[in-house]
């Protein structure tokens, strides 16, 4: 048995990277926790707009809060779907988990007034996602 490593074989699972499927398990998590994130944000948005820090003429984006409550709910739904889908290790799934944590990033920057040091966060942990499902989803290859 030797202690040095040499080309994997053919016949090895693609699953034996250990960072890798860590990687890919924290990001699909991520997914589905800012996916939440966002719709519950988006309830807010619709129910109680007096919670957030702005007006709706305050923000970066000029919209009335009901319309920014849609867009959060119902991309917090596809953000959460592409984390679910991500746990596959399909290579659409990582795709899609990349467009959806971008997506959510860009909604943060445009939400940046109302909610400065979530949409803060939740900006870093997008980019932590993509970063997690670039980087380490090739090595998560299907057998």
Not at 15 to 23: E, R
Not at 36 to 54: N, P, R, T
Not at 127 to 143: D, F, P, R, S, Y
Request: proline share 2%.
């Amino acid at each position: 048995m030797s202690l040095t490593a040499g080309p994997r074989s053919s016949r090895e699972s693609s699953f034996d990277v250990p960072g890798a499927y860590g990687w890919i398990g924290f990001a699909s998590l991520i997914l589905v926790l800012l996916g939440c994130f966002h719709a519950i944000q988006g309830l807010v948005a619709l129910f109680d707009d007096e919670k957030y820090a702005v007006t709706d003429s305050g923000l970066i984006v000029s919209v009335d809060y009901t319309a920014w409550g849609w867009v959060h709910l119902i991309g917090g739904i596809i953000v959460a779907a592409a984390g679910v889908a991500l746990f596959s290790g399909r290579l659409w799934a990582r795709i899609v988990g990349v467009v959806a944590a971008f997506a959510s990033a860009i909604v943060n920057i445009s939400f940046l007034s109302a909610y400065p040091i979530w949409s803060t966060i939740m900006i870093a942990m997008d980019v932590l996602v993509i970063w997690a499902i670039t980087v380490h989803g090739a090595e998560m290859k299907e057998n």
